[in-house]
């Protein structure tokens, strides 16, 4: 009788405390892997009485998931493969390659670091983080709508507009401003 009643006290206090803990311990973010052949950021550029259209594919990056929020990340954007979409196409693409634009031949590679997400809504989040582009890193902030995430992938979009100039690009032109567009899937 003994026996059965520290076995059955050692039971009672082996589930007290696994169910004292189970409730303390958070589970770890999910990091999803970026899906290269589907993200890419486009953009728009204008001049006098024109615009020009092109795209970024990236590289490489990682989006931090946890509970089904976007936490954190970050993406290599690839400047030296720089697409232009328009009729401009070879000679322009040639153009932005050289330092009035990217200087890709010294810096091939941009990179965005997440640094903070405050969601404003279940489905759209102010994005904080930092651009390291030809040799500067600056703060871009804008809103993305978040249209998944799960531990099975995540699809997020923002449509906004930035002033090169705060990235030393600072082209002789009419307008500073370029519209880009983030497309970025994850798996």
Known sequence: MKKAIVALTGFALVLGFSSFTAGKMKKAPNTLAVVTEKSRIDW????AGDFHTGYFSLKSGSVELDGGKLKGGSFVIDLANLKVTDPAGDRLAGHLKTADFF?????????????????????????????SIKGASVPVKFTANIRSASEKGFFGQ?????????????YNGPSKDVQLAIHLFAK
Do not use: C, H, P
């Open 44 to 47: 728009i550029g204008s001049k």
């Open 103 to 131: 200087d890709v031949a010294k810096f091939g590679e941009a990179t965005y670091t997440i640094s903070s997400v405050n969601y404003t809504s279940d489905a759209v989040a102010e994005i904080n983080g930092n651009l």
């Open 158 to 170: 923002a449509f906004f507009s930035l002033d090169r100039t705060l990235l030393g690009i600072n």
